[in-house]
């Protein structure tokens, strides 16, 4: 099979997934060992994302068991560590690497964080927001120009979580919204980290959502997050560690409701539940994606026949 039999179309709009984590390697193969209950839980899953940055290996194990289930499932590859946000030029090692494994597995979509994740050639756990300035705007655009170029194809980007207040004078939507006219790039909408970001910074998320150029928005993340409380101050932590809350998906709802379904994937990155357990969000993802889809529909037909 060539590299461009291999590669995937597009997702349908509808399309749900799952990052994919090597403690569900077997249960993908085996669907037998990842139910909760009765059913197939990859009847629920449409893709899996991966993270990049975990392959960018020449071989081992990993890429056994990746290359497996490429034959079986279609992928998406989510970078965090490009630096796209950053001050500095793009790492062209890291950037041949995350080529390499967009190459080799020839995803449906390969999107990267808006971040400011690696200073000096130190790459950073955190990953930190761009300020909000024209400098920062041009040389972000600079950097997905680069990255596009390398790796052949268009990629999306995605909105970070916020804890701190940014410089600048140009709002976060607006500055992804320019980044996608300059760049032809997508965008990646967090919902979460839109969620998590108005809670710290005192914003409003539905305007915030409104805000966001919805015909550039291609892809959608859906995560859970804590609560941090110290000395009296609430944070919002976007750890990826437990199921969506009601209000991210209530701003899931409204999004969808106005802008028609979009590709979504469940993130879930730190105490990594049962497959099963995915699949159950990933179907009510789906419930809610369908649910708000119909509103949609029904609206419209009303206004059409009045």
Same mark, same amino acid.
């Given at each position: ?6 590669? &995937? ?52 194990? /990993? ?43 020839? /995803? ?21 927001? /761009? ?58 909408? &967090? ?77 879930? &990155? ?37």
């Amino acid at each position: 099979m060539t590299q461009k039999d291999h590669t &995937d179309p597009a997702p349908a709009p509808t399309s749900v997934g799952v990052g994919l984590k090597p403690a569900h390697y077997r249960d993908v193969l085996s669907p037998d060992r990842g139910r909760i209950g009765a059913g197939d839980p990859l009847s629920h899953i449409d893709f899996f994302e991966i993270h990049a940055e975990n392959y960018m290996c020449a071989g081992g194990a /990993p890429h056994a068991w990746l290359t497996e289930i490429r034959q079986h499932r279609q992928l998406s590859v989510h970078g965090v560590c490009l630096s796209l946000g950053g001050h500095d030029d793009l790492d062209r090692d890291h950037l041949e690497r995350l080529r390499i494994v967009v190459d080799r597995y020839q /995803p449906m979509l390969v999107s990267e964080h808006m971040a400011w994740s690696a200073h000096d050639g130190v790459f950073y756990n955190d990953l930190i927001a /761009p300020p909000l300035t024209e400098t920062a705007l041009q040389r972000t655009a600079l950097h997905i120009d680069q990255t596009q170029e390398a790796l052949a194809r268009r990629i999306l980007i995605e909105n970070p979580s916020q804890y701190l207040t940014m410089p600048g004078d140009i709002s976060e939507p607006d500055f992804l919204n320019t980044l996608a006219r300059k760049t032809g790039c997508g965008l990646l909408l &967090d919902i979460n980290n839109v969620y998590v970001s108005a809670c710290n910074l005192g914003f409003d998320a539905e305007h915030y959502l409104d805000a966001i150029d919805a015909d550039k928005v291609e892809e959608i993340h859906l995560a859970g997050h804590t609560i941090d409380r110290a000395r009296g101050v609430e944070i919002r932590i976007d750890d990826h560690g437990s199921p969506v809350c009601d209000d991210v998906g209530a701003l899931y709802r409204r999004f969808i409701a106005q802008v028609g379904p979009r590709p979504t994937l469940i993130e879930w &990155d730190t105490d990594t539940p049962p497959l099963g357990a995915l699949a159950l969000e990933a179907k009510k993802a789906a419930e809610w994606m369908r649910a708000a889809t119909a509103t949609t529909q029904l609206q419209t037909g009303a206004f059409e026949n009045a």
